[in-house]
């Protein structure tokens, strides 16, 4: 089957690239960062429409919850990591005079016995102040960060967000919302989960559950396995075994009408070995809609490789490939449980979801998708 990318995958909250070096006005920037178990990201970005206009960002690996898994605290040399990340992303902040930010931390803090000390030294080093994010509104700021990618035909939605630390699923009811209104129904969730008092046709959130366990969390809690297919196997039956609690688990479900979005790292990484690509192209990933036996056979692919073809392949790329397998193994458990042909990937994450519940909030973004 070839690839297809659904009608609006380009539509908001896509970053729209920078044509002509034009200083934007500081009263209407906006930031979101993101500190997660393994990655630091920060966008930077103005309204524009019913989109954005991405003016900054910033990405790297920082690994701040590397060993927390057996000393339950951030390391020391994960922490200095962290902070010489933020006082770059300090400095971009100074540089574009930017008042309107939110910076968060999601499950590598709200785990560490130690995450009081470590917020409080970011910010005496770096003046940023973090704040520690329930799950809750975790799991809800990946899902509207993916609401234009969301069919109009789509009756039940299932959005997975794979993190270093943890993994989100929300599971949505859209029978109730009319097909034309569905993208802007999983938009207004920013407001919360329970639904609120507006007037437009609401999307049911069935059940949600963030399972404390992501690509980094997962692969630490097997690194006592030798042989690469047994550890892969074994994470990916043991993230099945925490899924017992979330209610649509123990229902089957019909393929017509329904939809997962999956945004993470390892799920833009299969889907660009699936398309060949040597060289990452997020226009071409971000969008594309993948079978289980298209995603089977990258994984597949995966494992004859080995722990040392898959670091020299560089679809994969040095910074994912420790991390590609257990995030693999998650996903895997997942199409094990809900076979899809409707999988649609999310370049998209926390960053877009922050930018649009802050703009949204402020009342600067046209109606629409």
């Known amino acids: 089957m070839p690839p297809e990318r659904p009608e609006g995958a380009d539509a908001f909250p896509k970053p729209v690239e920078r044509t002509a070096p034009v200083t934007p006005d500081p009263s209407a920037l906006y930031a979101a960062l993101d500190l997660g178990t393994n990655s630091c990201r920060m966008l930077i970005a103005q309204p524009r429409g019913n989109q954005f206009h991405v003016v900054d960002s910033f990405s790297k690996s920082v690994q701040l919850g590397q060993g927390l898994e057996t000393s339950g605290r951030l390391s020391r040399s994960a922490i200095q990591r962290t902070v010489q990340a933020l006082r770059i992303c300090q400095n971009k902040l100074k540089k574009h005079g930017v008042s309107r930010m939110r910076l968060i931390a999601t499950e590598a803090c709200r785990r560490a016995s130690n995450a009081n000390h470590f917020m409080g030294l970011v910010e005496r080093e770096t003046g940023l102040k973090l704040e520690i994010i329930e799950p809750e509104e975790e799991a809800r700021l990946a899902v509207i960060s993916c609401a234009p990618l969301v069919s109009t035909k789509t009756d039940q939605l299932l959005v997975v967000d794979i993190g270093g630390g943890s993994t989100e699923l929300v599971w949505i009811d859209l029978t109730r919302v009319p097909q034309i209104e569905r993208p802007r129904a999983i938009m207004r969730l920013h407001a919360g989960?329970?639904?609120?008092?507006?007037?437009?046709?609401?999307?049911?959130?069935?059940?949600?559950?963030?399972?404390?366990?992501?690509?980094?969390?997962?692969?630490?809690?097997?690194?006592?396995?030798?042989?690469?297919?047994?550890?892969?196997?074994?994470?990916?039956?043991?993230?099945?075994?925490?899924?017992?609690?979330?209610?649509?688990?123990?229902?089957?479900?019909?393929?017509?009408?329904?939809?997962?979005?999956?945004?993470?790292?390892?799920?833009?990484?299969?889907?660009?070995?699936?398309?060949?690509?040597?060289?990452?192209?997020?226009?071409?990933?971000?969008?594309?809609?993948?079978?289980?036996?298209?995603?089977?056979?990258?994984?597949?692919?995966?494992?004859?490789?080995?722990?040392?073809?898959?670091?020299?392949?560089?679809?994969?790329?040095?910074?994912?490939?420790?991390?590609?397998?257990?995030?693999?193994?998650?996903?895997?458990?997942?199409?094990?449980?809900?076979?899809?042909?409707?999988?649609?990937?999310?370049?998209?994450?926390?960053?877009?979801?922050?930018?649009?519940a802050q703009m949204s909030a402020d009342g600067v973004l046209e109606d629409g998708t």
Do not use: C
Not at 207 to 213: G, M, R, T
Not at 240 to 256: G, I, T, W
Not at 309 to 334: E, T, W
């Open 193 to 356: 989960f329970a639904g609120d008092d507006s007037p437009f046709p609401a999307a049911r959130v069935v059940d949600w559950i963030s399972v404390p366990l992501g690509v980094a969390t997962l692969r630490e809690q097997f690194n006592d396995v030798r042989d690469d297919a047994a550890r892969f196997a074994l994470m990916s039956w043991f993230f099945e075994e925490n899924l017992a609690d979330f209610s649509p688990y123990a229902s089957e479900q019909a393929r017509e009408g329904f939809q997962v979005i999956g945004t993470s790292g390892t799920i833009t990484t299969v889907a660009a070995s699936h398309l060949g690509l040597r060289r990452y192209d997020r226009n071409k990933v971000d969008g594309l809609r993948m079978t289980s036996d298209q995603i089977d056979t990258v994984i597949r692919e995966y494992l004859s490789l080995g722990p040392a073809g898959r670091r020299n392949d560089p679809r994969i790329g040095r910074d994912r490939q420790a991390l590609i397998m257990s995030g693999a193994a998650i996903l895997q458990a997942l199409l094990r449980i809900w076979p899809t042909d409707q999988l649609s990937v999310a370049d998209r994450g926390l960053r877009e979801g922050l930018l649009y």
